[in-house]
């Protein structure tokens, strides 16, 4: 009968540590949630060739206007339109019967007044005729010479000749048509396609802001490549010849503050026209340590200032503000705000914040630059942004 109530103590202990047994194995299974895992860059300091890229049109290395210097009617077109032209090959005959006339009486006229001063000549050493009727003699005969010339010249500029080499136009007169010496319309236009120029325009305070850059240290000049330009055609494939820099005015235009500048291009297929708007890169200087961070890290705050998330020492997040002045292929050209060796965040951004404690790997949306004993330059092929920030 005493037995009873000691048997009921020893199962409910047995019960109750069997529960608190139970409980630890519980909370000996459960385990603290991991931190989030983010790809990242870690940035690197290159050298960096600065481009500017400015709108241009191209425009022919000589031009000129063929005009008749003479009056009268075209006999003749020696050329095909759309031909290349020598310098000295006859492009019109003017009808020279007039001119060939003209020319026919000067030297008759020039004839007579030199035999009789070749004759007055001999008399005046005899006294026979006086000093003064042998200077009117003579003087007529250079007059008539004079003329004999100038109808030759006329004779000649019957014969249109082209002024240049170069590639020549549409005719504006056809066979029949009355020219006149100093007529305003052109005959025909003749253009030096080989080489050939493309004039471009800079701002003025884009220039200004260069020169300091280059004169306060920040920018290296970019030695002999400071002259290259290259050019974007219409269709946006690459024209394969370099050119040079060969002009820049020195005056800026008061209505659109900027600067006209020129340069020279070999054009040996005639690719470009006289008239094509491109788009010219022109080198201008080197930062010696750029820092250039993939867009995919760059993002905006509710200001609109750029900003970009990084990794500290503690793998934690940070937030960095930064600058960038312009965009450079797939990456952001940084001008403060962060430094070489830091780690931005371009995987993973939606599931952290700043604070948070983050498992870090190499990030795999990056297209990984290629390495090697000496990287080449890295170039700014893309405009300039628009004030300052991504």
Known sequence: MHIRPAVSVLVTAVTLAALVSGCHQKQEGVTAPQ???????????????????????????????VRPQVNGIILKRLFTEGADVKAGDQLYQIDPALYQATANSAKATFQSAKSLADRYKLLVNDHAVSRQEYD???????AAQAAVQASEINLRYAKV?????????????????????????AMAVIQQ???????????????????????NGQLQKAGNNAAKVKLTLEDESAYPLEGTLEFSEVSVDQTTGSITLRAQFANPNHVLLPGMFVHASLQSGVLAA????????????????????IVNKDNKVELRH??????????????????????????????VKPGTEVRVSDATNIQPKSTGAAPAPALASEKTASGRGA
């Open 35 to 65: 931190a989030p895992q983010v790809g990242v860059v870690t940035l690197q300091s290159q050298a960096f060739v600065l481009t500017t890229e400015l709108p241009g049109r191209t425009s022919a290395f000589r031009a000129a206007e």
């Open 136 to 142: 009117t003699a003579a003087a007529s005969a250079l």
């Open 161 to 185: 000749i082209a002024p240049i080499d170069g590639r020549i136009g549409r005719s504006a007169v056809t066979e029949g048509a009355l020219v006149n010496n100093g007529q305003p319309e």
């Open 193 to 215: 396609l080989d080489p050939i120029y493309v004039d471009v325009v800079q701002s003025s305070a884009e220039l200004i802001k260069l020169r300091h850059e280059l004169e």
């Open 290 to 309: 750029a820092i250039l961070v993939p867009q995919q890290g760059v993002t905006r705050d509710l200001k609109g200032t750029p900003t970009a998330l």
């Open 322 to 351: 930064i600058v960038a002045s312009r965009t450079v292929g797939n990456d952001w050209l940084v001008d403060s705000g962060l430094n070489v060796g830091d780690r931005v965040i371009t995987e993973g951004l939606q599931y």
